[in-house]
């Protein structure tokens, strides 16, 4: 619990800070002074985010959507202000110009870039990669995050899946964000998959809470794999429950008998590739990272995960780590995709 309290008000406190340095310097741009309705601007948009993660994973009706909607929004724009005014502020040292083209500028860039983020972020696609060895199709989905996503972004994901006919689906983690009335009646919709799907954990699941995950996997007859190995159609299937060091990992690992057939590893983080290749995995599937979503963010995650996207290979182990399917938190895509990966044999 107090680790949690901490979390939130160091969240807090940067997003305050993020908000103080954009609100701040859009007002020197406009010629605004910092009156009280600055700080009645500043702190109903510092909390904005934390309150709207609350109510959307408590209530989840569409009041409480359209908030979280409206607050996520403007912390990706928040975002994007960030840095164009950071690079506006030091341009303006070598590119004199009056305050209010600047202002303009800024504003006009900002905008222009969050619209094309949001469409961007609607629009899943395809990515085909060929693996030496594998003997059956795979779609890998992953942070699908249904509690963010709605029905007909949900819908369009297993219709382009379907139709891609993979032997199997494998879920890499974040299938939830949240176990509410709404996204209980989402969850429905997961029995439209036609290949068999098998899921592993990701933090979100950690979230939602384990019993609320198997309640809502249960009528779509998805396996779940924790800590555990089975065999589908000629390949061993490894599945790892989220964790975010490489312990939980080794341990499955060193103690899953080693095995002659095609084995995969489903596991929700990109760490542990060098320990999976050791253990002769021979295909690694991660998600988590969604490429920073956001750029330049994804330079940010690049310092807690080398790999932040598409296809590696290592000692004869291959690691795919995906953009993530869907979106979590702003519903923009500025440098990344939305993706469903098809993993196919090498001819």
Known sequence: ML???????????????MNWYVLGRLCTLFGLNRTIWFYLALIPLTLSFIVALVLESTIGNRPAGLFFTLATIWLGM???LLWILFVQQILSLLLPMPRKVWAA???????F?????????RSITVRREQIRGLPCKIAQL????????????LADIIAKTNALDPDVILITGDLFDNATATTRELSAQLKAFVAPVIFTSGNHEVYTGYDNVRQMLSPAKIRWLRNEAMEFKGIRIIGIDNSYGTELLQGVLGRTPPSTVFTVLMNHQP???DVAARHHINLMLSGHVHNGQIWPFNYVVGLFYP???GLHEHADAFLNVSTGTGIWGPPMRLGSNSEIVLLEPRS
Request: with cysteine.
């Open 3 to 17: 680790e949690r309290v901490l979390f939130i008000l160091v969240v807090c406190g940067v997003y305050l800070g």
């Open 78 to 80: 928040c975002f994007l």
């Open 105 to 111: 500028g800024v504003c006009g860039l900002a905008v």
């Open 113 to 121: 870039l969050a619209a094309y983020a949001i469409v961007n972020a």
């Open 142 to 153: 992953s942070d699908i995050h249904i509690g963010s996503i709605g029905a007909s972004t």
């Open 271 to 273: 760490r542990g590739f």
């Open 307 to 309: 790999y932040l996207e």
